[in-house]
């Protein structure tokens, strides 16, 4: 995990236990595939996943942390700049699940979401607004606003699960948080739409809820 410049400090602990949402939802990523890891860190998310038989790659500016991730099984790691340089990956790189855990840059979200291949899940979950009235963060930059994350991923996704409100533990934080799917679609030829091109959801998937 990245901490904003106004972020309480985040140790890098590789046996930290993941986010009780990228729990919740992980058993909505497809058997095998790959996960992009955002902000990383030390790679809570990257273990975890990794060991559920998932490629992962993680992604962090912080090198240290990065380390820590040689070795293990199933996980890349890319050393870079999210906010201040060209995108890292190939711009055709898809992946069955994007995570990303307390880090909020804005401009990054149409590349996370077109980064989902079809099927794909996004699992976000960060800091809202109220969060400055419990602790850090506290700048508005890095707190989410109401709703925020729903008009993000309307109406390219199709939202499971959206949470916004309070969370006391582990620590008291304001939170948001959201589970949503690029679904898979297939067009109708438009002899068979009226001369006009039709995209349709091909046969609702199983989007199971209770894990």
């Known amino acids: 995990m990245t901490s904003t410049p106004d972020a309480a400090p985040a140790p890098h602990d590789r046996l930290a236990e993941p986010s009780r949402w990228v729990r919740r939802w992980a058993h909505l990523i497809a058997p095998g595939g790959a996960v ?55 711009a055709d790189a ?9 880090y909020l840059y804005r401009p990054l979200m149409p590349r996370l979401i077109d980064a989902l291949a079809p099927g794909g899940v996004l699992i976000y979950e960060t800091f809202a607004q109220g969060n400055e009235t419990v602790g850090k ?15 993000v991923c309307t109406p390219a996704l199709r939202v499971i699960a959206y ?11 304001y939170i948001q948080r959201i589970c ?9 030829s438009p002899e068979k739409a009226g001369n006009v091109p039709v995209t349709r959801v091909l046969p609702a998937p199983r989007y199971d809820l209770t894990g």
Not at 69 to 74: E, I, K, N, S
């Open 36 to 90: 992009l890891d955002v902000a990383s860190g030390a790679g809570r998310h990257a273990r975890w996943l990794a060991g559920r038989g998932h490629p992962v790659a993680a992604l962090d500016r912080d090198a240290a942390a990065l380390a820590t991730l040689h070795g293990v099984a199933g996980v890349a790691t890319v050393a870079c700049d999210l906010e201040g340089a060209p995108w890292p990956l190939a």
């Open 94 to 102: 898809r992946f069955a699940a994007v995570v990303v855990t307390n």
């Open 137 to 151: 963060p506290s700048n508005p930059a890095f707190l989410l606003v109401p709703g925020e994350l729903l008009a």
């Open 163 to 173: 949470q916004d409100g309070f969370l006391s533990q582990p620590r008291e934080a």
């Open 180 to 188: 949503a799917v690029r679904e898979k679609t297939t067009s109708v």
